[in-house]
């Protein structure tokens, strides 16, 4: 999929804006994750299966290019590197922390209690979870470090 829709893709939400497209992608991602989890109860299993990983890809390939370019949006020009920084320690803890965490809820929900579907939601509600996140992150602290980087350019211009 990626291999042969990326630059599609690419070019179809090179037209949004960075925080819609990420959120969105997010969803999608999230609502992979529960269509592949349905795929349990279903004698054609398999064909969700490759269904949910088609739509993963999608938002994979919607999400991801957009990250970047999110933070580098409200990112200060002067502390633009740093931003980035913290961006990729995030994504370094996010796959240490996602690898534990699918562990854990495999071997407990999916093993132990025999319910994978639930494995799949409660991984879709952290994406879900997410997509508010970004948004009340971009509603509340984006705000303020704009507003701050207003004031430095006028105390830097006086």
């Given at each position: 999929?990626?291999?042969?829709?990326?630059?599609?893709?690419?070019r179809?939400?090179?037209?949004?804006?960075?925080?819609?497209?990420?959120?969105?992608?997010?969803?999608?991602?999230?609502?992979?994750?529960?269509?592949?989890?349905?795929?349990?109860?279903?004698?054609?299993?398999?064909?969700?299966?490759?269904?949910?990983?088609?739509?993963?890809?999608?938002?994979?390939?919607?999400?991801?290019?957009?990250?970047?370019?999110?933070?580098?949006?409200?990112?200060?020009p002067?502390?633009?590197?740093?931003?980035?920084?913290?961006?990729?320690?995030?994504?370094?803890?996010?796959?240490?922390?996602?690898?534990?965490?699918?562990?854990?809820?495999?071997?407990?929900?999916?093993?132990?209690?025999?319910?994978?579907?639930?494995?799949?939601?409660?991984?879709?509600?952290?994406?879900?979870?997410?997509c508010?996140?970004?948004?009340?992150?971009?509603?509340?602290?984006?705000?303020?470090?704009?507003?701050?980087?207003?004031?430095?350019?006028?105390?830097?211009?006086?």
């Amino acid at each position: 999929m990626i291999i042969l829709f990326q630059v599609l893709i690419s070019r179809f939400i090179g037209k949004f804006k960075a925080l819609p497209t990420l959120i969105a992608g997010t969803a999608i991602l999230s609502l992979s994750m529960i269509i592949g989890g349905l795929a349990h109860g279903f004698v054609f299993g398999g064909l969700l299966v490759a269904c949910s990983v088609i739509i993963f890809a999608v938002g994979e390939m919607t999400a991801s290019p957009k990250s970047q370019e999110y933070v580098a949006s409200f990112a200060p020009p002067d502390k633009a590197a740093m931003f980035m920084g913290y961006y990729f320690v995030s994504m370094a803890l996010g796959n240490l922390f996602g690898g534990l965490l699918s562990g854990w809820l495999y071997q407990s929900l999916a093993v132990d209690l025999a319910n994978p579907m639930m494995m799949w939601t409660v991984i879709a509600l952290l994406g879900f979870i997410t997509c508010i996140a970004l948004y009340i992150f971009n509603r509340t602290l984006v705000n303020d470090i704009e507003q701050q980087q207003a004031f430095q350019l006028s105390q830097s211009s006086e």
